[in-house]
T-cell receptor, first 113, second 114 residues
Framework: DAGVIQSPRHEVTEMGQEVTLRCKPI?????LFWYRQTMMRGLELLIY????????DSGMPEDRFSAKMPNASFSTLKIQPSEPRDSAVYFC???????????FGQGTRLTVV | AQSVAQPEDQVNVAEGNPLTVKCTYS??????LFWYVQYPNRGLQFLLK??????LVKGSYGFEAEFNKSQTSFHLKKPSALVSDSALYFC????????????FGPGTRLSVLP
């Protein structure tokens, strides 16, 4: 398996623009997570899905952030409008079952200028 | 809610010496504990986990960790450090009372000096 695939790897955008990050989980995994990593706040869970249904979105910072999982093999994280403080590395992770580890993608480094 | 502490921002150790990276946790239910490693510009890689059973868990690349329920700790250890072990290490916990919410510690940067 190719692992969790995220795109793009790097994104530079201007403040106010819409940004869409994409994730393809490992085939057969029924949980998908979106994390954000910054120097100041470390790794923060934004939202996670089980069988394509959002279970916990309490970590989504504000209404500018939204996430969808239209099918078992694809998820998006959208920021609209983007702000400089959204600059971070965004990770997607997936797992199968309950007592297992999560597998992480390579991350998307977002820079909002 | 669950939480994880990694009391050391940085650990320095000489190559060939044993290393320990500390982790303590707080949960209300049963803890599921994990260690991950992150190399520069890479995602997190799974090292090992404790779910149940033997308190000493062995993982990838010669790493092991010991679950201590009374001290609520899950320290990562390796008998002989390599320069290539230099990276950022994260401890994570999942509380079975809170679904699949993995909470990560702040990370500990390990530097192995030749």
């Amino acid at each position: 398996d190719a692992g969790v695939i995220q795109s793009p790897r790097h994104e530079v955008t201007e403040m106010g623009q819409e940004v869409t990050l994409r994730c393809k989980p490992i085939s057969g995994h029924d949980y998908l997570f979106w994390y954000r990593q910054t120097m100041m706040r470390g790794l923060e869970l934004l939202i996670y899905f089980n069988n394509n249904v959002p279970i916990d979105d309490s970590g989504m910072p504000e209404d500018r952030f939204s996430a969808k999982m239209p099918n078992a093999s694809f998820s998006t994280l959208k920021i609209q409008p983007s702000e400089p403080r959204d600059s971070a590395v965004y990770f997607c992770a997936s797992l199968r079952g309950r007592n297992t580890e999560a597998f992480f993608g390579q991350g998307t480094r977002l820079t909002v200028v | 809610a669950q939480s994880v502490a990694q009391p050391e921002d940085q650990v320095n150790v000489a190559e060939g010496n044993p290393l320990t990276v500390k982790c303590t946790y707080s949960v209300s239910g049963n803890p599921y504990l994990f260690w991950y490693v992150q190399y520069p510009n890479r995602g997190l890689q799974f090292l090992l986990k404790y779910i149940t059973g033997d308190n000493l868990v062995k993982g990838s690349y010669g790493f092991e960790a010991e679950f201590n329920k009374s001290q609520t700790s899950f320290h990562l250890k390796k008998p002989s450090a390599l320069v290539s072990d230099s990276a950022l290490y994260f401890c994570a916990v999942r509380d079975d009372n809170y679904g699949q919410n993995f909470v990560f510690g702040p990370g500990t940067r390990l530097s192995v000096l030749p």
